[in-house]
């Protein structure tokens, strides 16, 4: 009972993952456990593959004992003949060969040079269960150079993968696929996050890293080490050269990361051609600066041991993450375009294929796998599920032992929040005297923190003008890793690459981070992995207009809500109050698998009539109208700290005898998701007089206010005074509402 | 003459400098000299300030032939008093301390602490003239920590810069001030480049530092070193922690920038607090492993000798930039804010300004500048002069003999291009065979490259696939500096703001650089800074659509147009063909004041009928009608690669009889600045059927086509595929804007 109650737990995630994608539960395997279990309820499991995998762990784990490996994997693990090895290495190289060549497009060159410390890691050292990609205390892999992801597809084929089959590899890069051109957790089961945009995957992976010393420290016990796992990466020259793995790195060497273990492919060749045309850095002297443990495997191409040594002692070093060089060829075996660009981006060619199955003595088809290869690599099916069912069995004592954190962990590993979650939100009244919605939001984490395990998060060095420290808390350090103020120094990028690499550890974790909402800019393509990976990351935006007055500018945002407004699968919340925060938090916390962005106030906004949670969650709706029948002379949208401008107008002009409507629209995103009737009922097609205000672009607003609306915003950059006096100098004011109100009507 | 032939070559950017704001040029002040020059004409002199510098060099200079400093200046320059020197120290803090408390808002401890070094620069080291801030071989600084402007001002100030005079300081931060807060180029003559977002500066020096390395190796002879000058850069921890400085100096190393020296104020407080909790690699290592010299000063704040000896020691290294780590305590002299946060970004308080006044022994009033102190910096005027007036001789002569060079050298001086450059621009017919925009932008670029002695640049590490290499030249490098194709490997972001430091060194430069489109991302705040700083970078956006295909949704830009459109005072071009490329380009060459993003496709489009470099220029216009009298039944709208779409469903619309237009919207931007009628000519407002088509989100396109119309693009993530599959999946065809053209006629 125990045992399947936590072989449930792990399965509640692959469970979660298929609601989400569908949008609602699907009852169609009802957990017969489920109903016993003291943690959140969960609702079905995923057919096929979980149900194999549950099979396998019940009926074969306690009956074969097969002998787990220890922590170390590496060190205990009997030796594989080198032939065995080499036919393994060369069976992956061939794969990846032949699905490019079948595509005619992707990038064969890395894993051709990969192949060799892809092998060693996922048939030697890693433990995970290739029937539960999912399983909690699994090892995780990031492919940080993401073109190169046959090679992953590759190894999880091998591995046993459901979701990397014969013809999986052979629709590679097609419509519909699960083998897209660059890894995505979100189409592709055993990838854990996604890649492509270099330096992305090794900032992921210093979250997950980080991640899982978190909740080791939270949660491990003297008598049971709970969570465990390591987190391995493999980044190129392209990696190194961006600056968003410079920023992780730094902070992987202050937190101390032990158990990230990064390889870096030192093949000297990027698109360009030689890495001596523009990346001649020292940069094993580099990672020693910043705090990292570095070796250098000289021979990555055929020097198994040196791979393997690498791994023991990088593991032996507890205290720092450790860089392995592995200086590699890229193309290795191809004859004519081995070590060039040429193999870098594109499919070989059937003659220089031909020629690469001659030189490394291939004579197989394309696609085949040897069977001792296939044989040999089978055992991960049994052993995996042994993995799992004896973390399982170990779950279950810490569970009888440990009940509270059990609960808390369970909480994070599931995604299901503690029931009643949102009741711990704030709420106010117009009486409540006025604040920065900055302000606001702090009173929202601190509430959410203490129910929500797994919040976590941190600013970029602006804590104190973000206003995010979470009061019950320390600072998540090396020597602190259970405490959960993240100090990210200035290195937005990094951020929220790194939040993205926790929100995808567990379900269950909620990260936020933080930075002046002008400094998006520094982070947006980690904030569109979040939109496209499914991560959902809260972006906790302050200073959001040119209500932050004198720093100018440099720092003031114009763009920024179009731009997000924009890009796909993200929240842009801009609350007005404390109402409206407090809203703001409850549709980014439901929302799991979509980030959101929080654009907050500076400046102090009151509290307003009409504003609600409720409201919020509906996009745009109406805070206050005296017309009747659907039917105002005018209506009035305002956003943020606009919405009081827009209200103080209706005011005025329902003295001069107007019916005005005004409507909150916090979230263009959430508003387009109601129905037709609701759109209808607080923006009726036949109002057409409709007058918009916001301390932003224009650009985008007259889907809203229509051809013959008016939208009132700054359609060029910011300056530097105070904050009022830029406000009167842009004519953002209750008198350009009226004189534009009246002007539409 | 020649002497004055020269004086007016460096005053013709002032005058282009006025020129662009006023928007045409003013001829108040015609050149007596520009007659006679081989130059391009230019049109007139900045009234007061440049006459003034006129008048000084042309009178003075000759006459008390100051003692004109050596290229290391600081090591012939005699020693002025310690006391002296310590009292302009403290008028430089008191000065930054005033200001701040004035405003109430601005960042104290950074000027405080830094004033020593800033002292040393700016009085001992460096060569400028404050008469004209635009002679071109002055000495550059740099202010990357753009937060403590009030040193750059006071600076300024008391170097005799027109632009910050005691009432600019008393009016920082102030509405319409010269003294906004951060540093910008565009408001105060005698800054280089804009800052405030960290790491950007440091960039923007390695920018200005390659600018001058290259001009050098182009224009120097052994008879001659017309261009000598140094490139200053103040840096704080922010800086360092960011990605972009990693990247910037990683090159700059690469590049062995000898000229090239930064000043890291190492003080360990960053706004959260001591910088040792987010802080702790070893930057000196770090730097070392970049191919710096690093240079630690221990006592910054009070050890001048230990600062000139660094400067001294960094001179004499040539072949690699220097970091001289400065220890310094922020908000020096306070005595109870000093060496924390809190004197980081707000003002001191009256009280602690008093102390600081008692501890510091400064008897003064506000913005008192003490007599001996004013005394002793006013040589810098005459002295300037004199830099200036010796360099217009040693230009004229130069001339003389190298008469080639020297009008190259002045276009990129004045910014004044060669007249008739644009005949370089290839033209094709729809019989022209079709071609990727792509390459289409490569014709261009070595079309223009062969007569824009300014155009220089290249590609993350992604030249072959971005189309940028000028064939006719080699690779910049520290070995062959003179080269202008630039390899900046993959480090988008500061590529950008290297492109910056280029575009503002002198104005004749044409700096482009290019990735693929979605990854902008990367690069934004750069290009943002491109647009505020009225850097007119070109960016070679290339892969600009789901039309990539395989790469996939990471690789796949959908909400970038819309984003890049939102942003103010940036051109977003997206040319449908081989005269749109090349309108692009002559639009993008144009706009020196304004960034242009070109987005460029990596499939095969046709030439179509109609399309011209004019049209381009209009930003939107009609490329096929068959309509009369302004009413088409329908208008189409496509840009880019959707184009031809749009014009295949007119032809099919119009077999049916309907009377269509199609519309190429090339740029919103240049359309925007359309007189009304123009617009009313292409977009007639009583034409409301109306159909847009763009393989991108639809976000903005409802100002265009109305509240009638239909927007068809893309409003999720693309997918990985052969791009005719997307295409046809997501409905971005001829059918559709058919069906989508009868729904709305």
Redo the contacts between chains.
């Keep these: 009972m125990a045992s399947s109650s936590s072989l449930t737990l792990s399965q509640a995630i692959l469970s979660r993952s298929t609601i989400s994608r569908h949008g609602s539960a699907q009852q169609l395997h009802p957990s017969p456990t489920s109903a016993a279990l003291s943690i959140p309820s969960f609702s079905g499991l995923k057919a096929a593959s979980s149900s194999a995998a549950a099979s396998v762990s019940r009926r074969r784990a306690p009956a074969t004992r097969l002998p787990v490996r220890a922590s170390a994997a590496v060190e205990t693990l009997e030796k594989t003949t080198d032939a065995l090895v080499e036919k393994s290495v060369n069976t992956i190289r061939f794969l990846a060969i032949d699905a490019v060549e079948k595509?005619n497009?992707?990038h064969p060159g890395l894993p051709m040079g990969c192949a060799p410390m892809g092998h060693v890691l996922y048939d030697e050292v890693m433990r995970y269960n290739p029937k539960n990609p999912y399983w909690f205390n699994r090892d995780r892999f990031v492919l940080s150079a993401?073109h190169g992801c046959m090679l992953q597809y590759a190894l999880l084929h091998l591995a046993g993968y459901d979701a990397v089959k014969e013809e999986d590899l052979k629709s590679f890069?097609?419509?519909?696929?699960k083998t897209?051109?660059?890894p995505?957790n979100f189409e592709t089961p055993g990838v854990e996050v996604?890649?492509?945009?270099?330096?992305q995957g090794i900032a992921n992976a210093v979250g997950l890293a980080l991640a899982e010393s978190h909740l080791a420290a939270r949660y491990n016990k003297p008598d049971s080490k709970i969570v465990d796992h390591y987190t391995y990466c493999i980044l190129g020259?392209?990696?190194q050269?961006?600056?968003?793995?410079?920023?992780a790195c730094?902070?992987a060497?202050?937190w101390g990361l032990g158990k990230l273990i990064a390889f870096y492919d030192d093949n000297h060749i990027?698109?360009?051609g030689d890495?001596e045309?523009?990346?001649?850095?020292?940069?094993?002297?580099?990672f020693?600066?910043?705090?990292w443990h570095v070796i250098w495997v000289k021979n990555g191409n055929t020097g198994y041991d040196e791979i393997r040594d690498a791994i023991k002692e990088a593991k032996s070093v507890t205290d720092k993450p450790t860089l392995i060089k592995v200086t590699t060829t890229i193309g290795f075996g191809s004859p004519n375009k081995a070590n060039s660009?040429s193999v870098h981006g594109a499919a070989l060619g059937t003659k220089e294929v031909e020629a690469t199955r001659e030189n490394l003595g291939w004579p197989y088809e394309p696609f085949h796998v040897p069977d001792e290869v296939k044989k040999h690599w089978s055992r991960h099916t049994p052993e995996g599920a042994a993995y799992e069912s004896e973390w399982n069995s170990k779950f279950a004592e810490y569970e009888k032992k440990y009940p509270e954190e059990a609960a808390e962990l369970k909480s994070i590993i599931t995604g299901e929040l503690p029931s009643g979650w949102e009741k711990a939100l704030p709420k106010y009244t117009p009486e409540t005297p006025g604040d920065a919605t900055r302000n606001l939001s702090q009173t929202n984490l601190n509430a959410l923190a203490k129910v929500l395990p797994g919040l976590i998060g941190g600013?970029a060095?602006?804590?104190?003008?973000n206003m995010t420290l979470l009061k019950m808390f320390g600072?998540y350090?090396k020597k602190t890793p259970e405490e959960r103020n993240v100090?990210?120094?200035?290195?937005?990028?990094?951020m929220g690459a790194i939040c993205n690499g926790i929100a995808l550890h567990s379900p269950g974790f909620i990260p936020y981070c933080a930075t002046f909402f002008?400094?998006t800019?520094?982070m947006?393509?980690a904030m569109?992995?979040s939109?496209?990976s499914e991560a959902g990351v809260i972006y906790v935006m302050t200073h959001d207009s040119i209500g932050l007055?004198?720093?100018?500018?440099?720092?003031q945002p114009?763009?920024h809500l179009?731009?997000f407004?924009?890009?796909?699968?993200i929240l842009m919340l801009r609350p007005a109050d404390g109402n409206e925060t407090a809203g703001c938090y409850k549709v980014a916390v439901d929302n799991r698998k979509r980030p959101s962005v929080l654009a907050l106030s500076r400046q102090k906004l009151p509290n307003l009539a009409g504003t609600s949670i409720e409201g919020v969650e509906k996009g745009g709706y109406t805070i206050s109208d005296n017309s009747s029948d659907n039917k105002p002379d005018v209506i009035l949208i305002g956003t943020g700290s606009e919405l009081e401008i827009a209200a103080k107008a209706a005011d005025e002009l329902r003295k001069e005898g107007k019916k005005v409507r005004v409507v909150s629209f916090v979230s263009w995103e959430l508003f387009e998701d109601q129905s037709a009737e609701y759109k209808e009922s607080v923006l009726p097609s036949a109002v057409?007089a409709r007058v918009s205000i916001e301390a932003g672009?224009t650009?985008?607003w007259?889907?809203i206010v229509?051809?013959?609306g008016k939208a009132i915003g700054i359609?060029?950059?910011g300056?530097?005074?105070?904050a009022g006096?830029?406000y009167k100098?842009y004519g953002i004011t209750a008198e350009a509402v009226i004189a534009a109100a009246k002007e539409v009507c």
């Excluded at 996604?194 to 330096?199: A, D, F, M, S, Y």
């Excluded at 060095?461 to 003008?465: E, I, P, T």
């Excluded at 100090?487 to 990094?494: A, I, K, P, Q, T």
């Excluded at 300056?719 to 105070?722: I, K, L, R």
């Design positions: 595509a497009s992707g993401g890069r097609q419509w519909g696929s897209p051109g660059h995505e996604t890649t492509g945009p270099l330096g020259d392209g990696c050269m961006e600056g968003i793995s410079n920023e730094s902070l060497g202050h990027s698109i360009d890495t045309i523009a990346f001649t850095e020292n940069v094993d002297q580099r020693e600066a910043l705090g660009y600013s060095d602006l804590a104190s003008s600072d350090q100090r990210f120094g200035v290195r937005e990028h990094s002008v400094f800019d520094y947006r393509s569109r992995i939109a496209l007055g004198e720093d100018g500018p440099t720092h114009i763009e179009a731009s407004r924009a890009m796909p699968n057409t672009t650009f985008g007259h889907k229509g051809s013959k359609d060029k950059f300056a530097s005074a105070p006096k830029i100098e």
